[in-house]
């Protein structure tokens, strides 16, 4: 019987009545007779209980204790009463417990049933072939890698999580398993395909979580989830290799640091979100080269620069359900770590090409394609080029620079949302293109009362018109016809001095 925590007296019948003062005990094996252990008084620490032979009654305390059947070879059938309570039936005994949250089975098959619990169970699976079956509670059952088809485990109510090792003579573990919100992978012994995941296997909420985060480099794990209907998936990786096809639904990919060449990722329909962080810089076209189906990545800060390129970009693209991308640079904050987002001749091959592209911190440069294209530059001195179609271009905080190289590019309805004199922010024009003395004062319009004949004949102009807040260039001067909108700005009134020119790209 437990007095104070870890401390307390336990009668022996062997050959007549002894007692034993014990202090500091952790784990408890009876004989077997039928014995009473009964700990219900200590408060804190967690006791261990292992099973043994006869007929028992054992009584936990207040913190987690283990009822350890994990030395039996027998078969054990273990049945659930109230919470955290019931009885072990086994050849050559029972016991009764009462106050136990982790129930630990044998090497034999085991039938445990807890489906009558309520609050949280922890469930120990050994070898043999077992029949588990949780409660209502937010399971955890652990089956290391004992988990085979043979195996029957269904987490019951509640968000569950299993836990298991895969092996590569397995493929078919969770064929019968089913009712878990989380899979969490143990690191398996070399390459492991897995069957294709089923919506069955999934319990209460709308999302699997999947977590192989302790797989280590030099192995692999093929997980598909393309034949899981009802449910996305959640997926975070580790140091191996990853091969996942998520669902039609909205799947998240967490790789952090660890997304490479040698990596597979297929999103399949849906709008599916990847997460990464990549900490060698420069041009990631190999490490995107095994992304499809993915329509938002978001850039973890670990980069000096980072660059999606016109070939990195168009692979994206070429497998996606719908021709939208979205890159979202805004975790670049480390002085220094910058984004490069480059469309090239994608804005002629394919002008329906939407991108949402979001800056960093720091001087980023961001083209659009050939479709009505969101990019906002984030912090620092940025230049965004949004091409053709109607654009909505922020600079943010930072001397931002809006860049056009032909007079196709912008119309009446492209917006440049935060045109700001403080901060620095130009308008530049390709000097090839552009009249590079349309911005001179004596060419400079700004009028409330616009129209395409107001300047001076023979000569390009700029003509702000502060009723619309409409920059236009006018390539003819008093002769009608020759007017482009370039974009709609909102912010400071455009002057003269706000117009600067480059050289186009080679």
């Known amino acids: 019987t437990g007095s104070a925590d870890g401390a307390g007296t336990v009668g022996f019948n062997i050959s007549g009545a002894n007692t034993q003062t014990f202090d500091g005990m952790e784990v408890f094996k009876g004989t077997t007779g039928a014995d009473t252990i009964d700990l219900s008084a200590w408060t804190s620490a967690g006791a261990t209980i292992l099973g043994t032979i006869g007929n028992d009654v054992i009584t936990g305390g207040v913190g987690t204790d283990i009822l350890d059947y994990s030395a039996f070879s027998a078969n054990l059938t273990i049945a659930g009463t109230t919470d955290h309570a019931g009885t072990a039936v086994f050849t050559g005994g029972s016991q009764t417990f009462t106050s136990f949250e982790v129930i630990k089975g044998g090497a034999g098959n085991d039938e445990i049933d807890l489906h009558t619990w309520t609050s949280d169970a922890t ?4 070898a043999g072939n077992d029949n588990i079956l949780g409660g209502s509670g937010n399971d955890h059952v652990y089956m290391g890698s004992d988990l085979n088809v043979t195996d029957s485990i269904d987490g019951g109510d509640g968000m569950n999580t299993l836990h298991f090792t895969p092996d590569s003579a397995n493929a078919s573990a969770l064929a019968n398993v089913s009712n878990f919100s989380t899979i969490i ?6 390459d492991v395909t897995l069957n294709a995941l089923t919506t069955g296997l999934i319990g209460t909420g709308d999302t699997l979580y999947l977590d192989t ?5 030099g192995h692999s794990l093929t997980i598909d989830a393309s034949s899981v209907t009802a449910h996305n998936i959640d997926y975070t990786a580790g140091d191996g290799l990853d091969h996942i096809t998520g669902t039609s639904l909205d799947d998240n990919f967490h ?3 660890h997304l490479s060449n040698a990596d597979s990722v297929d999103g399949k329909a849906g709008d599916d979100t990847l997460y990464f962080t990549q900490n060698q810089g420069g041009d990631h076209t190999d490490d995107l080269s095994g992304v499809s189906g993915v329509e938002h990545i978001i850039l973890g800060d670990a980069v000096t620069e980072l660059s999606l390129d016109t070939d990195t970009v168009g692979d994206l693209l070429a497998h996606l359900d719908s021709p939208y991308l979205d890159i979202d640079g805004s975790g670049l904050t480390t002085a220094g770590n910058t984004l490069t ?19 960093g911190s720091n001087n980023d440069m961001i083209f659009g394609g050939g ?7 984030g912090g620092g001195n940025d230049m965004l080029f949004g091409q053709d179609g109607m654009d909505i271009l922020t600079g943010g905080s930072g001397a931002d620079t809006f860049m056009y190289d032909q007079t196709t590019e912008g119309g009446a309805t492209e917006e440049i949302t935060d045109f700001c004199h403080a901060d620095g922010d130009k308008l530049s024009f390709s000097n090839t293109v552009f009249s590079t003395t349309a911005a001179d004062l004596t060419h400079f319009i700004s009028t409330a009362s616009y129209s395409d004949t107001l300047g001076v004949a023979g000569q390009a102009s700029f003509i702000y018109d502060t009723s619309t807040n409409i920059l ?5 001067g008093a002769t009608a016809g020759g007017d482009v909108a370039i974009a709609h700005i909102t912010g400071d009134a455009v002057v003269n001095t706000d117009i600067t020119f480059h050289a186009p790209a080679p």
Not at 185 to 190: I, Q
């Open 255 to 257: 790789f952090g640091t």
């Open 123 to 126: 469930i120990h699976s050994g």
């Open 371 to 377: 479709g009505a294209d969101t990019l906002s530059g």
């Open 185 to 190: 992978f143990g690191d398996p012994t070399g």
């Open 213 to 217: 985060q302790a797989v280590t480099a």
């Open 472 to 476: 236009h260039y006018d390539s003819n």
């Open 341 to 359: 987002f480059t469309t090239g001749d994608l804005n002629d091959n394919a002008p329906s090409f939407l991108f949402n592209v979001t800056g």
